[in-house]
């Protein structure tokens, strides 16, 4: 076989593309925290309800991001193969489907809102019930807004230009932050107003987004954005990926919500407790996040290609920095945990609990994680998106949601037993995609065929 003299991805090109990523996934956590941290001068039962729509807002989400996911494998496939026109095709026909399905999601979060937070929470008590139900339903709305964004920022990470996302996702930061400050402060709307500061940054993103995703200047662009256009069998490719990707995101999520769903058993002081930890301790996601984007692109790309060679060595090296970013973040958050705690003005209970999770998050997070979520993506790029749905979800099922109510209830560990338990599930996911990727079985599975 004739070998790719070059390499696909210089040093400097993987810099180019990583970089901007981790910006903008610590803008896009800031989004989250900026909220919390906001709100929680109104008081724990503010935060409690934005913890709780969070959780079912994540899960909604996530089926149209897994979409994106889909359709940025496609491209990203399409361009390693040299055929930058039918990149542009997946292009539209991903943003068309994103959008009417965060339509359908839209509706549904509007019309049954008290319905799903009752059924999800059971009678939580009526302070946090109300606040859950204002930010729920203003939240909602921005859905379309956020997959027109995430549809837009897909398409140019796969063309190797995170720096497009990068820009947007600071103005949106930007314009949530002021948003919060004026309408939670100035005008005292505290849930809503930190609601409203959310949609409007995802309206501007998704304005800004699709202004730059129309030109004709870049590789992948969307031609008459305003003209629908159908190609079931490029559909198809995307459901390929999304599918798979939508369901473990989405189950993974569920199981979330379950778990939480434990955890308002332990009181307010936990619910406050545990959203804390989990909007510290998710920094230490944030380079992987940015490294799993970026795999996406550059596996995309080597599979594309052909070249399953440059697809196992630029993974190998991808984990091998997720591992060192996570890892220094970590120690810095275990010198820092007590400040940050306190920040967040929270009774004495909540913050000791929030810091003890923390704690063991981070010693765990710089052993564990790299395997458990960034490894999986480069499977994914391949198009062994199924095994990686079976294992996530098996996994999720039996680990992190059978063993959180077995930590919780039969040890008495309460809270600390449900994180405890997601630890369990990391170490299985650990193994078994180490083991998959190990064997070579995510090879020749390539999505894109010979079609010229």
Known sequence: MEEIQEPIFSRKALI????????????????????????????EAAVSGISLVDTINILLINIFSALTTGGAVVAAQYLGRREPHSARVAAKQLFYSCTALALLLMTAALIWNEHILR???????PEVMENSKIYFAITAVSYPFLAIYNSGAALFRAEGNSKISMYTSALMNLVNICGNAILIYGFGWG??????????????????????????HNTIYI????????????????????????????????????????????????????????????????????IGLAMITVVGQCVGAGDYDQAK??????????????????????????????????????????????????????????????LPNGLRAANDAKFTMLVSVISMWVCRIGLSYVFAYYFHMGLFGVWVAMI?????RSIVFIIRFASGKWKNRQLIRDEK
Not at 119 to 125: A, Y
Not at 326 to 353: C, D, G, H, K
Request: hydrophobic content about 55%.
């Open 16 to 43: 180019r593309l990583i970089i901007p990523l981790i910006v903008e996934q610590v803008l896009a956590v800031t989004i989250g925290m900026a909220d919390t941290v906001m709100v929680s001068s109104v008081g």
């Open 313 to 374: 060595k630029y993974t190998l090296r991808l984990l091998k920095l997720t591992y060192l970013s996570i890892s220094v973040i970590s120690v810095l958050l275990l010198v820092l945990v007590n400040p940050l705690t306190s920040a967040f003005q929270l009774s004495e209970e909540a913050t000791r609990m929030a810091r003890e999770l923390i704690i063991f998050h981070s010693i765990c997070c710089m052993i564990i994680w790299p395997p458990s979520f960034t």
């Open 119 to 125: 059924l999800v929470f059971g009678n939580i008590v």
């Open 424 to 428: 369990a599930d990391w170490i299985v």
């Open 223 to 290: 031609e008459k954005i305003w003209k629908p256009e159908v190609h079931l069998s490029m559909i198809g490719k995307i459901m390929q990926i999304g599918v798979p990707n939508g369901l473990e995101n989405s189950l993974f999520q569920v199981g979330k919500i379950l778990v939480q769903s434990i955890i308002t058993t332990f009181g307010t002081a936990a619910i406050a407790a545990n959203a804390i930890a989990n909007s510290i301790a998710s920094f230490e996601g944030i380079p992987g996040a940015a």
């Open 191 to 216: 849930v809503a107003g930190a609601a409203v500061a959310t949609l409007v940054s995802r309206i501007l993103g998704a304005a800004v987004i699709t202004g730059l995703v129309v030109n004709p």
